[in-house]
């Protein structure tokens, strides 16, 4: 929670969340009333920033944000299989595929583990970051179990174990896998290098050679092979024109290890054809291409890029769809894996986008994939063997040899070629049957989209715009990964890209926009196929600020009529629309009709007043004033009541207007106020033919009538004036506590005396705790004079104060004196309980209410109702929770209830549940003694505690040995209403005997019978 909560209650948190790549936060819910909050439906893999936002009855505050962004993951899925590559006495070499999803967050690590086997502990080898690792210091002949997790930033994913494996040396003939080199086709250019690689099976590792034609191949710096520890490698540098296109080869080894001596030669490999690589063209262009370039006319520009692709791709340069030739101003020069345009002499018209496209016979792929076999002969499967043919073709070309998962991207396929591919599962006992595919034509599967929708602006300023469009009718089968947004400005030639960044909403706002330009705008729209054409363009729209119409006149008022003339003002409009006011115009219309007539001139009233003339003497109308700006006519404001074109008889009086507030002068012989206040402010300068009364730094109080008085020997004439001093009001009067609950307070109050020479607006209310200093405002435009205050704290105590505003500002406060604790009555009390009752008297007892209306518990008021009377007469006043209540009469039925009181008032009472008659309770004597023999050393003390019941109050007896007991000094007894208690101070051997105690009332006599008590005395 805040820190400072406002002087206010937090009422809820507001939640939003950004994506790291984005600048504006959007709102995830505003009605957060806890300190936490699940975000759901993030995007998995992207990074997001949040933060969260108090807001209490005065507004919202301050945003609390993530420090960094926050990655929406989860752990990975663990490694599709873990496979057994190899086998030594000492080491196992494992491989494992990429998990098929990463939790939303890269893989950083592999973890491997180990368990022997009669073990139950995994034991920690090692974390990698490749796909493979050989774990080696393995014990020989001892079988092992291995499990490989993947690791994100989110954690680890769930175990991937291997088959059980025992640790010792492989033994395994020679072999070849030649299935890689089969009608192979070898892609070379003259001057490159042909190597053929032949995977070579066998443990021990065997001894390889090479023979070309029954003759060991010749080892030169040109021709030359290469052992590894899983293959041969034949290379041959630098073909020359022997080795010319379409010349074939064919191929044979013998392989020799410890185990089976030397292998029979292979069979010879079909024919090994040379062909040039083909590569899909790259376009490598310096980041200074990446944002528009900007000259001055008369300069040149270059723009250079460098390409590769084998065969070496073709070159076109173009601008706004049409291809550029080689000319004298604007020059192309290309080369094999470069290319640099100039224009020489620029103008306006070379602005725009030069586009250039490279293009070979290569550069399409495809994905292929597929389920494991149904049957796996018996072993796991380890990788899979996939190849290609062209359909117009009998030979099959390896693609890849091991691929360890069941999907694979085909890449360099030929434009427009068709192929058939086929997949074979490989265990340790060999090559499975392969699986076909259908004939697959290599042509791209998608389409550029269609142009999105004629862009629109829904809003603007001086220097930027957002720009809005629709979908594409169709995306070309791909989804649309990127809008282009460009613009033109009314004044240039050329469209600008004004995004850098991909947009894949179908809005962006544009910035860097000129004050006062006009620009049309045009979106693109770009899937894997490519970019589409450009929608259609937008209207121009102006880069400036928006201006709306004025707000109402404020304060229309008659300030005088004629019986052809109504003069009215007005003040200036609140909300000028963000222009400023050019005028303002006047209509009239007759009360019964709506026909209104303009009476200003066309271009408007400069002033904030005007007389109306040529009006028909008596006759009422309607009148309306209007304020206008640049953007037009706003909303009128009507002056109240419908103003009469009469002759105003008014007894002679002064009123000052807004110029005259801060000194008034006024001519008389003799000055005095209404009703006495007094002059001291005053400057008082008498003549014989002139008085002057000066008023200085006057305010609100010095508003009213002053008397002017002339006095001669023939007699006194008065005169007033009346001062309206334009200031704000000053304080409400009569500011009271009309009601209270738990959470409310409803205030009341009369206006102020003094209303600053201007009609009240509204009125402001505010609260303070009483343990705080500083106020804060409720209601900020109250329109009424009461309130209800809510929601308070209940049981805090709290001030409130009024102000009341005119166009003049706010007025004085008015406070309450003493503060106000936020309660209420309390409950009814708890449960009624009946003690006791005798003759003349009832005990009660009950519980305290379970809610004290915020204010403390004063006391309880105990009322009681005789059988047959309708009135409840209070017999008691109490405060605590029990109560005696005396001076009933015996054999009377009473009903009695209990109510509390707090200093808000008296609760609902809490009734007893059924009536009590006033009589002595009869209960026979009865003993509840736990134990009827007693012990004690001797010259000790000894205390016999006896309980009983009966009412009334039993006589009792004691007896020893059936003697009634002879009380002394040492041997007594004591009573109370429910126990008897004997001592026998310093026990001796004459205290040893049976006693007997026995009790008697007027229910009945009890004599406890058979029940023995022994005191037992030990000499010492």
């Known amino acids: 929670m805040p820190l400072i909560d406002g002087g206010s209650r937090i009422t809820n948190y507001i939640v939003e969340k950004r994506e790291s790549t984005r600048k504006a936060y959007s709102t995830i819910t505003t009605k957060c009333s806890k300190c936490s909050l699940r975000i759901p439906n993030l995007a998995e893999g992207c990074e997001y920033y949040f933060r969260v936002l108090a807001e209490n009855e005065f507004g919202i505050g301050e945003p609390a944000e993530t420090a960094e962004p926050i990655r929406a993951s989860e752990a990975p899925s663990p490694p599709e299989s873990l496979n057994i590559m190899d086998i030594t006495r000492n080491s196992v070499s494992l491989a494992w595929p990429k998990p098929l999803h990463d939790g939303g967050s890269k893989i950083t690590g592999y973890v491997i583990e180990a368990q022997k086997k009669g073990s139950t502990q995994w034991t920690h080898i090692t974390t990698v970051k490749t796909l493979e690792y050989v774990v080696k210091n393995l014990t020989e002949n001892e079988e092992y179990t291995f499990q490989v997790m993947a690791v994100n930033s989110a954690g680890r994913s769930d175990p991937r174990e291997s088959r059980p494996v025992v640790v010792k040396e492989q033994m395994m003939l020679p072999e070849f896998d030649l299935r890689g080199i089969y009608q192979k086709t070898v892609i070379a250019r003259a001057g490159d290098n042909i190597k053929v690689e032949i995977p070579v099976l066998g443990r021990p590792r065997p001894t ?126 290309i080369a094999d894996f470069s290319t640099v345009l100039t224009n020489k002499d620029s103008t306006r018209r070379d602005g725009g986008a030069y586009t250039l496209t490279a293009s070979n016979p290569g550069g399409f792929k495809c994905v292929l994939s597929w389920l ?163 929608s259609p363009n937008s209207q121009f729209y102006k ?247 809510e929601p308070l704290q209940e049981g805090c105590n709290y001030y409130f104060r009024v102000l009341a505003e005119n166009e003049y500002g706010i007025g004085l406060p008015v406070e309450t004196p003493e503060s106000v604790k936020v309660s209420e009555r309390p409950l009814p009390p708890g449960k009624i309980t009946l003690l006791d009752v005798t003759r003349n008297s009832v005990s009660l007892t009950w519980e305290k209410p379970e809610h004290d209306g915020g204010s403390r518990i004063l006391g309880y008021i105990v009322e009681m109702q005789s059988k047959g009377s309708d009135k409840w007469a209070t017999c008691a006043t109490v405060k605590v929770t029990e109560a005696i209540i005396t001076g009933l009469i015996q054999g009377e039925e009473y009903s009695f209830r209990v109510s509390a009181q707090n200093e808000k008032g008296i609760s609902d009472p809490r009734q007893l549940s059924v009536p009590v008659i006033a009589k002595d309770l009869v209960i026979p004597p009865a003993f509840k003694l736990l134990f009827t023999t007693f012990s004690v050393l001797a010259g000790e003390d000894l205390k016999v505690d006896v309980p009983f019941i009966g009412r009334p109050k039993p006589s009792i007896v004691w007896l020893k040995d059936n003697v009634p007991l002879r009380q002394t000094t040492r041997v007594n007894e004591e009573n109370t209403d429910n126990n008897t208690l004997l001592t026998i101070k310093e026990a001796c051997k004459e205290d040893v005997g049976q006693y007997l105690v026995k009790l008697s009332n007027s229910a009945v006599t009890g004599l406890v019978e058979n029940q023995r008590y022994e005191f037992r005395v030990i000499a010492r």
Request: aromatic share 6%; glycine share 6%; with cysteine.
């Open 208 to 333: 390889i050679t090479w023979k070309k034609e029954d003759q060991l191949l010749k080892q030169t710096q040109r021709v030359n092979f290469e052992n590894t520890a899983t293959a041969t490698i034949l290379t041959i540098n630098e073909c020359i024109r022997n080795d010319s296109e379409d010349a074939a080869y064919e191929f044979r080894v013998i392989a020799r290890n410890a185990a089976g001596a030397v292998s029979h030669p292979s069979e010879p490999s079909d024919a090994i054809t040379c062909r040039d690589e083909i590569e899909a063209p790259r376009i490598m262009v310096d980041a200074k291409y990446k944002d528009t370039l900007v000259l001055k006319a008369g300069e040149v520009f270059k723009l250079e890029a460098d390409v590769a692709g084998r065969p070496p791709p073709t070159l076109v340069w173009t601008k706004e769809g049409k291809e550029l030739e080689d000319t004298a101003k604007s020059e192309i020069k």
């Open 372 to 534: 494991p076999p149904l049957d796996d002969g018996g072993a796991n499967i380890d990788h899979y063997v996939v190849e290609k043919r062209e359909t117009s073709r009998l030979a099959w070309t390896s693609v890849a040899t091991e691929v360890p998962v069941t999907k694979l991207k085909v890449t360099k396929l030929l434009k427009g070629n068709e192929y058939v591919f086929r997949v074979m599962a490989v265990n340790k006992y060999g090559v499975g049957e392969s699986l076909e595919s259908e004939p697959v034509l290599a042509v791209n599967p998608y389409v550029v989209p269609d142009p999105p929708k004629t862009p629109e602006v829904t809003a603007a300023n001086k220097d930027s715009m957002i720009v809005c469009w629709g979908h594409p009718d169709s995306d070309g089968g791909s989804p649309i990964t990127n809008y282009i947004v460009e613009r033109r400005d009314r004044a240039g030639l050329r469209w600008v890209k004004c995004n850098k960044r991909a947009v894949t909403d179908l809005r962006y706002k544009v910035s860097g926009l000129t004050e006062g330009h006009e620009y049309e705008y045009r979106v693109k729209a770009e899937n894997a196929a490519g970019v589409s054409e450009p």
């Open 543 to 789: 880069a400036i600020d928006t201006v709306f119409k004025p707000g109402p006149p404020g304060n229309p008022r008659v300030l005088d009529t004629s019986k052809s003339s109504i003069t009215i003002a007005w003040n200036k409009p609140i909300y000028d629309g963000g222009s400023e006011i050019t005028g303002y115009m006047v209509e009239i219309a007759l009360p019964e009709e709506d026909e209104w007539k303009i009476v200003t001139p066309s271009a408007g009233l400069k002033a904030t007043s005007f007389t109306i003339t040529n009006l028909k003497e008596n006759q009422e109308y309607k009148i309306r004033i209007y304020a206008m700006n640049a953007e037009g006519i706003g909303e009128p404001a009507l002056v109240p009541g419908t103003p009469k074109a009469e002759e105003r008889m008014l007894a002679p009086e002064i009123e000052l207007d807004a110029e005259l507030r801060k000194v008034v002068t006024i001519r008389a012989l003799k000055w005095s106020r209404e009703h006495g206040e007094s002059l001291d402010k005053a400057t008082i300068e008498s003549t014989s033919s002139y008085t002057l009364l000066t008023v200085g730094n006057v305010n609100r109080f010095d508003s009213g009538k002053y008397i002017l008085t002339i006095e001669n020997s023939s007699g006194s004439k008065s005169a007033f004036v009346i001062v309206r001093v334009l200031d704000t009001p000053g304080a409400p009067q009569n500011l009271k506590i009309k009601e209270v609950s738990k959470s409310s307070v409803t205030l009341t109050w009369d206006p102020p005396l003094i209303d600053g020479g201007s009609k009240i607006k509204n009125y402001i209310v505010e609260k303070r705790e009483a343990t705080r200093k500083a106020y804060s405002t409720v209601m900020a435009n109250c329109h009424k004079t009461s309130w209800k205050v």
